[in-house]
């Protein structure tokens, strides 16, 4: 659940305007319950339901997106349970969070004087790679975990994961569209998605987006389907990643996507279906970090 001090935090996300949002509504002890976020600029209002900020323009949605949605929006309450279990199994292997963990270098994050650190989960889902997290960084460290979906359904498993894990880590969620994130420039430290970006409506500004959020130099990590081509499969394995790969999406990693100023790229194939993508984006004068004035309003 967002707390007032978070509204600070966020822009509108509409790509031509970014205002400070103000946040009109019913809060109890700092935590947004009900209402809605009004942007200063724009005066576009985004509503808040049961503590969750809806920050999604449905005119902008693509058909591929509007599916995919509605496609986790059924698929919720058993996603992390096939993720975890039926897949390993038919990859004749673990799942492959491990593998992309290490490309975050979380351990390598330290305290900053200036503002929080912040790490961005695009399509967070059910919250699975929240414990990889938790384990990889610094004991002790002061970290936020900013997560986006675009289901509300995925985002209640994830809530749920969070309370009965009682984790350790600051998770705020929202729903929010990967090509309009709601965020100011260069303000996440560290910027991962796992599992969709094929099926987006457009992932040139997908990837654009994540790059624009990070701040100069961080690892921003990409994965997804893709079937190793080194490897020999066996039938089921085929049909499987044909059905997990939504049979008519892009499966490979999306490089011819990145955004032009992209460095550092590397591609690692982390199990049987998924690669792991890896860049960094360099500093520049559009990407200074920013920090808008929200506020809030009864």
């Known amino acids: ?14 790509a031509q305007c970014r205002g400070a949002l103000e946040f009109i509504g019913d ?3 700092g935590r ?51 993720v975890d279990y039926l897949l390993p199994l038919l990859q004749l292997e673990a799942a492959p969070r491990e593998n992309y963990a290490r490309q975050l270098r979380l351990e390598e994050l330290r305290p900053r004087q200036d ?19 938790a384990r990889h960084l610094a004991p002790h460290l002061d970290a936020q975990v900013w997560g986006v979906d675009l289901s509300r359904g995925m985002l209640e498993q994830c ?61 921003i990590v990409v994965v997804d389907e893709q079937l190793d081509p080194h490897r020999l499969h066996l039938p089921h394995q085929y049909a499987m990643f044909w059905l997990a790969s939504l ?9 011819k996507h990145l955004p032009k100023q992209a460095r550092n790229v590397r591609i690692e194939q982390v199990s049987r279906f998924y ?17 808008p004035k929200g506020s809030v309003r009864k």
């Open 159 to 219: 809530a749920e994961r969070v309370r009965a894990e009682h984790s350790r880590l600051a998770v705020r969620l929202l729903v929010a569209d990967a090509h309009a994130l709601p965020f100011p420039a260069a303000s996440f430290e560290r910027v991962l998605h796992v599992g969709a970006i094929a099926s987006y409506g457009n992932p040139a500004l997908g990837l654009a987006e994540m790059a624009r959020v990070a701040r100069p130099g961080t690892p």
């Open 247 to 255: 049979s008519g999406a892009e499966t490979e990693a999306p490089v």
């Open 115 to 133: 503002a929080p650190l912040r790490i961005l989960e695009v399509g967070i889902g059910g919250g699975a790679n929240l414990p990889l997290i």
């Open 1 to 14: 659940m967002l707390s007032t001090e978070d509204v600070k935090f966020l822009v509108c996300p509409r």
């Open 275 to 291: 690669y792991c993508l890896t860049f960094r984006m360099p500093a520049s004068k559009s990407a200074r970090p920013g920090q």
């Open 32 to 82: 947004l319950r009900g209402g809605r976020l009004l942007c200063r600029r724009c005066q576009r209002g985004w509503p808040v339901r049961g503590g969750i900020a809806y920050l999604v323009d449905e005119s902008t949605l693509s058909f591929s997106d509007r599916l995919a949605r509605l496609g986790y929006e059924l698929y919720a309450p058993f996603h992390d349970l096939a």
């Open 27 to 29: 809060a109890k002890r």
